[in-house]
Nanobody, 124 residues
Framework: QLQLVESGGGLVQPGGSLTLSCAASGFTLDYYAIGWFRQAPGKEREGVSCINAYDGSTNYADSVKGRFTISRDNAKNTVYLQLNSLKFEDTAIYYC?????????????????WGQGTQVTVSS
């Protein structure tokens, strides 16, 4: 059974950092495009970052470019999202998603498999 499990969320002050993990089971992450999305209360789910299958090329939303970094550890079958210089507006539930394709997209509808999400709260 294909499963994605996010972890690493929490409460952090503005300017702080977190590392989110997306662990896969039942399939090999390297064969899939992986995306990170977030959804704040009352807002639509938005794409944050994604990483291509195989070549590991990455893409970022303008709102997080230079602050967030996506990476993949094939040995651990896990994708990470490093969140630095966090702002109040980064508060949301963060989800990872997988799609059996090479090129990733920051479009939620492109992904077939989703994790349950992990809460990130930026507050002073």
């Amino acid at each position: 059974q294909l499963q994605l499990v996010e972890s690493g969320g929490g409460l952090v002050q503005p300017g702080g950092s977190l590392t989110l993990s997306c662990a896969a089971s039942g399939f090999t992450l390297d064969y899939y495009a992986i995306g990170w999305f977030r959804q704040a209360p009352g807002k639509e789910r938005e794409g944050v970052s994604c990483i291509n299958a195989y070549d590991g090329s990455t893409n970022y939303a303008d709102s997080v470019k230079g602050r967030f970094t996506i990476s993949r550890d094939n040995a651990k079958n896990t994708v990470y999202l490093q969140l630095n210089s966090l702002k109040f507006e980064d508060t949301a539930i963060y989800y990872c998603a997988a799609d059996l394709t090479v090129r990733c997209m920051l479009v939620a509808g492109a992904y077939d498999y989703w994790g349950q999400g992990t809460q990130v709260t930026v507050s002073s």
